[in-house]
């Protein structure tokens, strides 16, 4: 690809799987945005809004597959949209890079808040005189991004175990919480439950209430990308790294219909858990009391630990590869390597006080805080749309080991046409009467993302980025490995 190798390859096939698995965390994803499509669609939505979603994210890891066999760098999207342009190959991927970063950073904030959120929750059960806050639920996440970024410090060895542990982690903890959801309560809802249909958004067409519940697979399904970050450090990279890829999201997809299944036949008291300041956790007190819905929350605050973890390892890597092509402030910082660890230490941290900087907001409002992150799922679903639609552009794509044939420019109309729907869905009102705290902040976080980006391309980044740098032959690249 035209770099010297920098970073050790530690990564087998299943570790690269891992990380991709991680962060989708159906656990997580799940748990956090369960609420929100208890009120928009129901149970009827939950289910075959996932097995739909799930299907159309299938298309978009593949056509993202077939380009990281190509160009399995840590550039991964930005890397690739800058070789796979006809023309103005710096500005799609300095778009790209920056839609990356914005999207990875959001992702690591969202994450950390959502784990803080929840310990919180879990704080309050164990003992009712705490107070919860939005200020202990900042301070939380900042030490919950300062752990993060510690063990990202060391090798690549121990987040490499680190996320094979979250892989069992998240299968044992989802088997756990559906069986004891299947055998525990003393009751359950009809087989019928599934198809129930609720509309509580405020707005009164029923099919735009629910096509805003298919937000909570959406939201579910990002992050897998980081197999694609994680290319340099893989072994057969151009093989591994597409098939972590695709069996992420494959075996996500199963294994989180089963928990939502397990979680929408638990429900007892449909209002009441829906109106509840975090539904699922309502859902497994009112189902199994309160000692054995601790046991399952603290399975699931491990899994938002374990997925933010690998949230700010794919961020990181993606900052690394996007200042070794200076597109970043400071690049000669961000993309050195310790020679002790063999990891991006500057990078990790750069990764972590950005997350910590988008949390910040939440200590006065946490709508300020959601405008923020929401930029994460439209940012990070937009710059995997963008190679993809180069691609797509191609006559004369060289594919690598793993590819889809005749099939590939199909599959990609198919997967850059979702993106784009789930994209406007992304920045739609999601709740009515629109108010500053109903309010859907993310094309505002989005446009002045762009802004930005656009402002700093034109003054001055387009005189000196002209896209992914090669450093010379490949025998001159050899000859500069450090490993």
Known sequence: MGYPRKLTRRFRA??????SFTIINIISGIFSSFGFGMAAGGPRVLVFGWIAVSVMVLFVGAS???????????????????????RHRGAWSWYTGWLNFVGQVGG???????????IQAFLAMQWPSYQVTEQRTVLITAVILLVQALANTYT?????????????????????????LAVEPSHHQSASFVTHFVNDTGFTNALYGGMLGLLVTSWTFTGFDGSFHMSEETVRATVNAPRGIMRAIGYSAVTGLILMLALVYAIRDYDKEAGAAAPPVQILVDALGTGTAKVLLLIVIGAMLFCGLANMTSNTRQIFAFSRDGAMPGSRWWHSVSPRTRTPVKAVWLAAACSLVLVIPGWWSHTAFTAVVSVNVVGLFL?????????????DFQPGPWHLGRWGKVVGRVAVTWIVISSVLFMLPHASPITATSFNYAPIALAVVLLIATVWWFASARRRFQGPVSYGRPDEVAAMDLI
């Open 108 to 118: 690591t904030a969202a994450t950390g808040y959502a784990a803080a959120t929840f």
């Open 383 to 395: 710059a995997y749309a963008v190679p993809i639609f180069l691609r797509l552009r191609l006559d």
């Open 156 to 180: 690549v060895h121990l987040v490499a175990v680190m996320n094979r542990i979250s892989v069992w982690w998240l299968l044992v903890g989802m088997v756990v919480i559906v069986v004891v």
């Open 64 to 86: 993202m597959a077939e380009i990281a066999s190509a160009y399995p760098t840590s550039g991964a999207l930005y890397f690739s949209a800058g070789k796979l342009a006809k």
């Open 14 to 19: 299943f570790d690269n799987f891992a990380i």
